[in-house]
Nanobody, 123 residues
């Protein structure tokens, strides 16, 4: 499975961005999907995840209420809508796919990773 993330950029604090991640898998609807981020000098951390059944989502406490993960199985795409962005959201954002119908929050539980897209939030 190949994943390509895009939609990052430079935005002022309080602004919004929507990240997209397109998967090459013909069976995209069989994969749970997640978003992670990594800031310079820090470990990669969980942001959000969505199960194959779109009613089940998970969020890191730091983004809960501001970010929304969603998926469109017909387009093989998972999205991350980011609102009320803060400077501490600045990081490279990665999408990941898991060979399971259930979402997960740990990096080691994901099997495929995209190349990352940079998000920079200025104060």
């Amino acid at each position: 499975v190949q994943l390509q993330a895009f939609g990052g950029g430079l935005v002022q604090a309080g602004g919004s961005l929507r990240l997209s991640c397109v998967a090459s898998a013909r069976t995209f609807s069989s994969y749970a999907m997640g978003w992670f981020r990594q800031a310079p000098g820090k470990e990669r951390e969980f942001v959000a995840a969505i199960s194959v059944s779109t009613g089940i989502t998970y969020y890191a406490n730091s983004v809960k209420g501001r970010f929304t993960i969603s998926r469109d199985n017909a387009k093989n795409t998972v999205y991350l809508q980011m609102n009320s962005l803060k400077p501490e959201d600045t990081a490279t954002y990665y999408c990941a796919a898991r060979r399971s119908t259930m979402a997960a929050t740990r990096t080691r539980e994901y099997d495929y990773w995209g190349q990352g897209t940079q998000v920079t939030v200025s104060s």
